[in-house]
């Protein structure tokens, strides 16, 4: 079942995304930032008008994925499954939830970024449709280490054409 975050998950889902990106497919350097989310970073995300998804099975919380308003679209962020539940789809189900709430909010496209090593994590974005724009690289390193990507919503701009 995909519903919702709410606060009450902030604790839980703060230690999924830490397990997550410990566990993620290739070691990355510098460590992800993920690895320091706590319920309180989570609270503050739904204080600034953000918000997330949530995989419940069984009463628990095996996926999760955050998400914020930013340059103009949704931007997508903390995109975590259990070890255990991985490969069932839930990451996609997750992005399709972060779709339908971009769509809500009448915004034009979902971002996201990622790890240019993690190249499972990159085919896995483009299957769903999003597009890589613009590489960077981290303070202190010169050569690129994330990429930024996007997922444009067409439907959105076909009504915004139209009123
Ligand atoms: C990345 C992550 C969220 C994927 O979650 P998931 O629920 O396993 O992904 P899904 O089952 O929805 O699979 C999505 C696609 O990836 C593929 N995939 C999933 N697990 C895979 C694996 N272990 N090896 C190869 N491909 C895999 C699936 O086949 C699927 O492709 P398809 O739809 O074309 O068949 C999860 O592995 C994770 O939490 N990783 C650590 C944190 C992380 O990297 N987050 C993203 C940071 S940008």
Aim: aromatic letters at 6%.
């Amino acid at each position: 079942m995909i519903r919702p975050l709410t606060q009450a998950d902030a604790t839980e889902v703060a230690s999924l995304i830490r397990v997550a990106f410990a566990t993620l497919s290739a070691p990355v350097s510098p460590p992800p930032s993920a690895l320091l989310e706590t319920a309180g970073t989570i609270a503050s995300i739904f204080a600034q008008g953000g918000g997330g998804a949530a995989a419940e099975r069984d009463g628990r919380i095996v996926g999760t994925c955050i998400w914020q308003q930013k340059n103009g679209g949704l931007y997508v962020g903390r995109l975590s499954v259990a070890i255990s539940a991985r490969g069932q789809g839930i990451a996609r189900a997750l992005l399709a939830a972060a779709e339908t709430e971009a769509r809500r909010r009448g915004l034009p496209k979902l971002l996201l970024s990622t790890r240019l090593v993690l190249t499972d994590n990159r085919h896995l974005f483009a299957s769903f449709g999003f597009t890589e724009v613009a590489t960077h690289a981290h303070p202190g390193f010169t050569e690129p280490t994330f990429v930024d990507l996007e997922k444009p919503l067409c439907e959105n701009d076909i009504l915004r054409k139209k009123r």
